[in-house]
């Protein structure tokens, strides 16, 4: 089913196989279903600082730190990046905004693949852009006993930021692993740039509005229409990597 996903994928790369010890997932959207209430919160915020980033676009933008989100629409429109403080007030403004939401449900299907990857006693890294602390402490309260902090990276770890290979290549340090003994799962396109620049097997589920297009132009190894998808996947998937080694 995967079989040529995957060929391709070694193929490109170069390597002998998957040799999976690691999953690299992402946080929004793939592991709490939290975009709508980010597009939403990034939109009344910018509005609010006459900044125009409509909720549709917020999505192509998802995975970039805040910061980076601020600069490429100040840029836009103003031809400079903006302030420190500026990008620290709308930064705040935008996470206070999205905490106004509703708590937001675990993504159908993370917890239960989740359980299934700790379970063949594969280690799970977070790498998110976000800096959100409300959602980066219901972690512990959603996910109990899956990440601990020495396998997050976080909008506090990094500098460059997704679509940056940067996150992922810090994951990958931090499960000490190889790029070919981890798999990404990401459900943006800047996110799936990241995860394939760091050399790693990129798996998109989508979980938003995109066309699922945008993620395989992004370059996803593979791609499912949900996270229940992938996690019903998850034996078929594993096996096939296994073949590899
Ligand atoms: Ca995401």
Redesign the pocket.
Known sequence: MFESSIARYLKKHGHPNIALKATLF?????LFNS?PYHADAWHTVMERHGLHLSREEAYLH??RTGAATINLVYQRQYGCNATPELIESIYDEKSREFNNHPEPERMPGAWEVLQKIKSEGLTPVLV?GSGQHSLLDRLAHNFPDIFDRDHMVTAFDVKYGKPNPEPYLMGLTKAGVQANQAIVV???PI?VQAGVAAGIFTVAVNTGPLDGKVLTDAGADLLFPSMQAFCDNWEQLRKELKMTE
Do not use: C, L, Q
């Open positions: 992402d946080m929004d959207g793939v975009m998802e995975g998110t990401e459900n943006a996110g």
